[in-house]
């Protein structure tokens, strides 16, 4: 039976960039696709700073220190007993551009420095990276 709440997510980032819509989760559901979902089970720490770098640029960085609640087999990994608590840590950054009044465009990456809960019997889980770019227009 799931227990764990998990959100529905947008294509925004709301927190974490990696480890919330690109790598496996901490939920304690084993099925083979428990990305997107959020922070259910975790627990983070961000340290972050933003600032315009000119009128039109902006640059947001922030670092994150992931854990799991409670100790959770993720999908596609074969664990073994007793799985570490430590995702690891993130680091994300962000870039804006104003185009015009109400148009952006945007290049926002971020890395995930694998900890031991990806991390099976024999082999030692790669980190994760991800980047896009794009346009928001609001209004």
Do not use: C, M, P
């Amino acid at each position: 039976k799931e227990k764990t709440f998990v959100n529905a997510l947008g294509g925004s980032q709301h927190y974490t960039y990696v480890y919330e819509y690109r790598a496996a989760s901490a939920t304690s559901s084993n099925t083979s696709s428990n990305t997107g979902t959020g922070l259910a089970n975790t627990q983070y720490i961000r340290l972050g700073v933003n600032g315009d770098l000119t009128k039109d640029l902006n640059l947001n960085v922030n670092l994150y220190r992931l854990r799991a609640v409670k100790a959770a087999v993720a999908a596609g990994y074969d664990y073994r007993a007793g799985t570490s608590k430590n995702i690891g840590s993130e680091l994300d950054a962000k870039i804006t551009y104003k185009l015009d009044k109400n148009l952006v465009y945007f290049v926002e990456g971020g890395y995930l420095w694998t900890g031991k809960f990806y991390d099976s019997a024999t082999v030692a889980a790669d980190d994760a990276y991800a980047v896009r770019h794009g346009i928001t227009l609001n209004f």
